[in-house]
């Protein structure tokens, strides 16, 4: 098994910034993507960013020149940069990552981190 570990969220006034990381660890042979979701509340959880084991970045499209997703592979680490927060983007944010696993089967499969509080107000 592998797990996710979120850190970095927090209370931030609009126009702030915050960075979020993601740690896997466990069982790893690899990690195709990575990417990061959140769920305000009394709404589904979305899509934010995304990025392929290449570097290769999808955005959703209120984020976009705001926030900037990378990764560390050698750490196996992902990483959202969030810069000019604003009250909508208040949510828990997840981790997500497609892992292959060392034993048969490989997989890959989705783990799923248990979320940071991010929270946007003056």
């Known amino acids: 098994q592998a797990q996710l570990v979120e850190s970095g969220g927090g209370l931030v006034q609009p126009g702030g910034s915050l960075r979020l990381s993601c740690a896997a660890s466990?069982?790893?042979?690899?990690?195709?993507?990575m990417g990061w979701y959140r769920q305000a509340p009394g709404k589904q959880r979305e899509f934010v960013a995304r990025?392929?084991?290449?570097?290769?970045?999808y955005y959703v499209d209120s984020v976009k020149g705001r926030f900037t997703i990378s990764r560390d592979n050698a750490k196996n680490t992902v990483y959202l940069q969030m810069n000019n927060l604003e009250p909508e983007d208040t949510a828990v944010y997840y981790c997500?990552?497609?892992?292959?696993?060392?034993?048969?089967?490989?997989?890959?499969?989705?783990?799923w981190g248990q979320g940071t509080q991010v929270t946007v107000s003056s």
């Open positions: 466990g069982s790893i042979f690899s990690i195709y993507e």
């Open positions: 997500n990552a497609d892992i292959l696993r060392p034993t048969i089967p490989h997989g890959p499969y989705e783990y």
């Open positions: 990025i392929s084991s290449g570097g290769r970045t």
